[in-house]
């Protein structure tokens, strides 16, 4: 009922930028927190930044200061804006959202990822 779909992935110079999005579609009554994770090859999923509805940022020690979450609620759309990459920041990057769904109350909650998007970053 609900899906997350990215887009934004590719291949990259280190030193370069890209960005992503992500869009939520379906009978959604509200989003609250939405983020970014990534999982690299033979490596576990790991957190890269969340933001609140409100706008408040979280991020992960690895990007600070690279990576930029925001997001547009009247799109149901999260960014994240990746300058400065590294080869490390090769992997697979997930969106993740909780949402509120359903097509009248009482609404179900749910977390939802999206497919994952593959940014590779040459050195």
């Known amino acids: 009922q609900v899906q997350l ?7 990259v110079q280190a030193g370069g930028s890209l960005r992503l999005s992500c869009a939520a579609s379906g009978s959604i009554f509200s989003i609250s927190a939405m983020g970014w994770y990534r999982q690299a090859s033979g490596g576990q999923r790991e957190l ?10 979280n991020y992960a020690d690895s990007v600070k200061g690279r990576f930029t979450i925001s997001r547009d609620n009247a799109k149901n759309t999260v960014y994240l804006q990746m300058n400065t990459l590294k080869p490390e920041d090769t992997a697979v990057y997930y969106c993740n959202a909780g949402v509120l769904h359903g097509p009248f109350s009482p609404y179900q ?9 593959l940014v590779t970053v040459s050195s």
């Open 5 to 11: 779909v990215e887009s934004g992935g590719g291949l």
């Open 48 to 57: 890269v930044a969340t933001i609140t509805r409100g706008g408040t940022p």
């Open 109 to 117: 909650y749910q977390e939802v990822w999206g497919q994952g998007t």
